[in-house]
């Protein structure tokens, strides 16, 4: 049974390093253990960035580029606790497998941020179907 702490967060931007500090501040408070962000409006995230927003507990990260000033995703995991493996990066989403340490526990998580032009919504929808689990 997974009983980790997760957040998902629409944070409207990581530009700001005040921002950065407080997501930290709130994941550490809450002893987090997988952090979903959308909107992070990034193109590049590095490690350095990754240790400034989830500090040394989640100290693993995988990122969806931003489009210019628009979307963008983050995941962060807390490596101690989870194991990660098949990283799939695609236009809205970004799923990862993630395996409970302790209890060999495996599950999918998918972070989605949606277009906000009408003209993607096919496209999104497609990859939503895609991304799905099945069964």
């Known amino acids: 049974m997974i009983s980790e702490h997760i957040m998902c967060w629409n944070v409207r931007g990581l530009y700001y390093p005040a921002k950065r500090e407080a997501i930290h501040e709130v994941a550490t408070t809450n002893r987090i253990s997988i952090m979903c962000l959308q909107h992070t409006k990034l193109a590049i995230m590095d490690q350095r960035m990754c240790s400034e927003i989830g500090g040394p507990r989640l100290n693993n990260f995988s990122y969806l580029p931003a489009d210019g000033s628009r979307g963008g995703a983050a995941t962060f995991w807390d490596d101690?606790?989870?194991?990660?493996?098949?990283?799939?990066?695609?236009?809205?989403?970004?799923?990862?497998?993630?395996?409970?340490?302790?209890?060999?526990?495996a599950f999918h998580l998918t972070n989605v941020y949606g277009p906000t032009d009408d003209t993607d919504k096919e496209n999104f929808l497609q990859e939503m179907c895609e991304v799905a689990p099945s069964g």
Do not use: P
């Not at 799923?95 to 340490?101: A, D, E, G, H, I």
């Open 80 to 105: 101690d606790i989870l194991q990660h493996s098949d990283i799939n990066i695609r236009n809205f989403s970004l799923s990862v497998r993630l395996t409970q340490r302790s209890a060999n526990t």
